[in-house]
C-alpha cells in the first residue's frame, strides 16, 4: 500500500501555473492602499488614451473606435498574463504604421476587407507571439539590434509625422515612403484648408507647450506635483474638448474642415470575420515583423520600469503575455497592440502598483466607448493629427545617431541603412535591411577575429598584446590569443593567421593558443585545430591551448583530438609558458621585452 500523503502535488504544481498566470502572485496580496494607486494611475492613463487610441486608429487606417476597441480586452488579457507591474498595452504608432502598410497591400483603405485584414494581423500576431512564449524563443528579437530598432524607430516617426501633414493642412495625399508622402503634399499644396491649418497648428503649439513647459510652469505657480502631472497628461482632452465646441458652434463642416464624423455607440461583439486563405498568406511575413519589434519595444519598456523598482519580468512569460493580448484584439474587432513607452511611463508615474490598473483603465474605455462616442463627431481630424505629431516626435533620436556614429561605424551603417530604406522603400523593406545587414556585419566581424601575440606583463602572471603594452616573451614560444569563439566562419582565418605568424619566428618550436574568450568551438574549427595541430607537427612545433573554458573542454574531450595534439591543455597562460620555458634546452636564457604602442 502506498502511505505517501497526496498534499505535496498541488503544492509542486502552484509554482508552475503562477509562471504562467502572474496574477496568482500579485493578486494574494492586493490591498486598499494598492487598489487606491490603481485607480488614480488608470484615471490619468485613461484621460491619455483615449485621444491616443482614436489618432493611433486613424493612423492605421481604420475607423477611429477600432482603437478604443483595441484598448479594452487586450489590456485585460495583458494584466493576467503580464509580469510587468506597469506595462500598459494597446495600439502604439510604429505597429499603427506597420499596420497601415502591410494591410493597405491586401484591401483599399475604407473597405470592410481593410478592417478583416486589420483584425486578421492582429490575429496573427497573437499566435505567433504566443507560440514563440510556449517555446521559449524570446531570442529571436536579438537578432534585432538596438541601432537597427533605434534607426527604425527614429525613421518612423519621421514617416509617421509626415503622413499627417495631410491632415493639418486639410489635403487629401498619401504615399508610404518620405518622397512619395512630399510628392504628394506638393501636388495637393494648392487645395489647402486656411481654417485645417489654423486649427492643426494651434493644436500643436498647445500640446508641444503642454509637454515642455505646462509642468514646470505650474510646479512654480505653486501647483502640486500630482496635480500638475494630470494636468499636464490631460491637455490633448483639453485640445480635443475646445476643438469639438468650436466646430461644432461654428459649423465648421460647412467650411471644408474634415471631422471624424459619427462614431458607433458601444461595445464591440466578441467573434473573428470570416478568414481568407490568401489573406492570411499575404500577412504572414508582416505578421511576424510586427510581433518582433512590437515584442522588443514592449520588453525594453518593462525591463526599465521593472528596474526602477527592483522587480523582474520574464522575456518569454511576456511573449505570451502580449500574444494573448493581440488575441484578445482581434476577437474585439481590433488591431495588433504592444507595450507602449508612453503610456507605460505615465502609468508608472501615476503610482500603478499592478495589472489591475490596466483591468481599471479597460473600464474607462469601455466606458467611453458607450457614452461618450457621439461627442466626438465633431472632432477635427487636424486635432488627432496633432496628436500623433506630438506623440511621435519623441521618437526621432538624432542624440543617439550621433553617439552610435562616434562609437561603432559598423553599426552606424546598420542604423543608417535602416533609416534610409524605411523613409525611402518603407517600414517592412527597412526592417529587414536593417537585420540583413547586422547580420552580415555580424559575420563578417567574427570571421575575421581579433587575435594577438601576446606576453607577460613583468612582475604579473597577466597576458598582454605585444603591440599595446610592455611585456615579455619567451623565445622559442609564441603566445596567441584569440578574441572570439571558433566556428565555421572564422575557422579558415585562424588557419591562415596561425601559419603567417609561425613564417615571421622561425626559431618558434612550441606554439600556445591562449582560449580565455572562446566560449565555443564548432565541428569545422575543431577540424581546424586539427590541421593547424598537424602542420606545425610537420614543422617541427609543438601545438599547445591554454584557458580552454569547461563547456568547450567537455565537447573536446568527446573526439580524439586531445589524444592527437602534440602538445598539453594548460590551466592559465602563466602556467602553460612557465612549464614551456623550464623545458628549453637553454634554461638560462632570458626572456625578450616587447615595449610597443
Known amino acids: 500500500m502506498n502511505d505517501s500523503p497526496q498534499f505535496p502535488r498541488p503544492a509542486r504544481a502552484l509554482p508552475s501555473i503562477r509562471r504562467f498566470l502572474p496574477i496568482l502572485e500579485w493578486g494574494c496580496s492586493y490591498s486598499r492602499a494598492t487598489l487606491t494607486s490603481d485607480l488614480v494611475a488608470a484615471v490619468i492613463v485613461t484621460i491619455m488614451l483615449i485621444p491616443q487610441s482614436l489618432a493611433y486608429a486613424m493612423l492605421a487606417g481604420l475607423p477611429p473606435e477600432i482603437g478604443l476597441y483595441a484598448s479594452i480586452l487586450p489590456l485585460v488579457a495583458y494584466a493576467l498574463f503580464g509580469t510587468s507591474r506597469t506595462l500598459a498595452v494597446g495600439p502604439v504608432a510604429v505597429v499603427s504604421l506597420m499596420t497601415a502598410a502591410a494591410v493597405g497591400e491586401v484591401a483599399a483603405q475604407g473597405t470592410a476587407d481593410y478592417l478583416t485584414a486589420a483584425i486578421l494581423l492582429a490575429l496573427l500576431s497573437g499566435v505567433m507571439l504566443l507560440l514563440m512564449g510556449i517555446f521559449r524563443l524570446g531570442f529571436v528579437a536579438n537578432f534585432l539590434s538596438h541601432p537597427v530598432i533605434s534607426g527604425f524607430i527614429t525613421a518612423s516617426g519621421v514617416l509617421i509625422a509626415a503622413s499627417q501633414l495631410k491632415h493639418i493642412l486639410g489635403v487629401s495625399a498619401g504615399g508610404d515612403t518620405l518622397p512619395g508622402i512630399i510628392a504628394a503634399l506638393a501636388a495637393s499644396a494648392d487645395m489647402t484648408n486656411p ?162 490598473a490596466s483591468v481599471f483603465t479597460a473600464l474607462g474605455i469601455a466606458l467611453a466607448a458607450l457614452f461618450l462616442t457621439p461627442l466626438l463627431a465633431s472632432l477635427p481630424q487636424a486635432t488627432l493629427a496633432a496628436t500623433i505629431i506630438v506623440a511621435v516626435l519623441s521618437l526621432v533620436d538624432l542624440r543617439e545617431i550621433q553617439r552610435v556614429l562616434a562609437y561603432s561605424k559598423a553599426d552606424f551603417a546598420a542604423m543608417a541603412a535602416t533609416i534610409l530604406v524605411t523613409l525611402l522603400w518603407g517600414v517592412e523593406p527597412g526592417v529587414v535591411a536593417g537585420v540583413g545587414l547586422s547580420l552580415a556585419l555580424h559575420l563578417y566581424r567574427t570571421s575575421r577575429p581579433h587575435m594577438a601575440v601576446v606576453g607577460r606583463v613583468p612582475d604579473t602572471q597577466h597576458f598582454r598584446n605585444v603591440e599595446r603594452h610592455r611585456v615579455v616573451t619567451e623565445p622559442g614560444i609564441l603566445s596567441i590569443r584569440v578574441d572570439e569563439s571558433l566556428y565555421f566562419a572564422n575557422s579558415r582565418y585562424l588557419e591562415d593567421r596561425i601559419a603567417a605568424l609561425v613564417a615571421e619566428e622561425p626559431d618558434v618550436r612550441h606554439v600556445v593558443l591562449m582560449c580565455s574568450a572562446v566560449n565555443e568551438i564548432d565541428a569545422s574549427a575543431l577540424d581546424s585545430l586539427e590541421d593547424i595541430n598537424r602542420r606545425l607537427a610537420d614543422a617541427g612545433v609543438t601545438f599547445h591551448l591554454s584557458e580552454v573554458k569547461g563547456p568547450v573542454m567537455d565537447r573536446l574531450r568527446r573526439t580524439d583530438f586531445l589524444e592527437r595534439l602534440t602538445g598539453q591543455i594548460f590551466l592559465s597562460q602563466h602556467e602553460a609558458v612557465t612549464a614551456l620555458a623550464a623545458a628549453r634546452p637553454d634554461p638560462s636564457s632570458t626572456g625578450e621585452f616587447h615595449e610597443k604602442c
Open 195 to 356: 481654417i485645417t491649418v489654423a486649427i492643426g497648428v494651434s493644436v500643436l503649439v498647445f500640446l508641444y507647450f503642454a509637454r515642455s513647459q505646462l509642468r514646470p510652469l505650474l510646479t512654480r505657480l505653486g501647483v502640486p506635483q500630482r496635480s500638475a502631472d494630470i494636468t499636464t497628461r490631460a491637455a490633448p482632452i483639453v485640445a480635443v474638448a475646445v476643438t469639438i465646441l468650436l466646430a461644432g458652434s461654428l459649423d465648421l463642416a460647412s467650411e471644408g474642415v474634415v471631422l471624424v464624423g459619427a462614431i458607433p455607440q458601444g461595445l464591440p461583439v466578441p467573434g473573428l470575420p470570416q478568414i481568407s486563405l490568401d489573406m492570411l498568406t499575404a500577412l504572414a511575413v508582416p505578421a511576424f515583423l510586427i510581433s518582433i519589434i512590437g515584442f522588443v519595444e514592449s520588453v525594453s519598456v518593462a525591463q526599465t520600469l521593472a528596474a526602477k523598482r527592483r522587480q523582474r519580468i520574464e522575456p518569454d512569460q511576456e511573449l505570451i503575455a502580449l500574444g494573448a493580448a493581440n488575441i484578445a484584439a482581434a476577437f474585439s474587432s481590433g488591431y495588433p497592440v504592444t507595450g507602449g513607452f508612453a503610456r507605460s511611463v505615465v502609468n508608472f508615474d501615476a503610482g500603478a502598483e499592478t495589472p489591475a
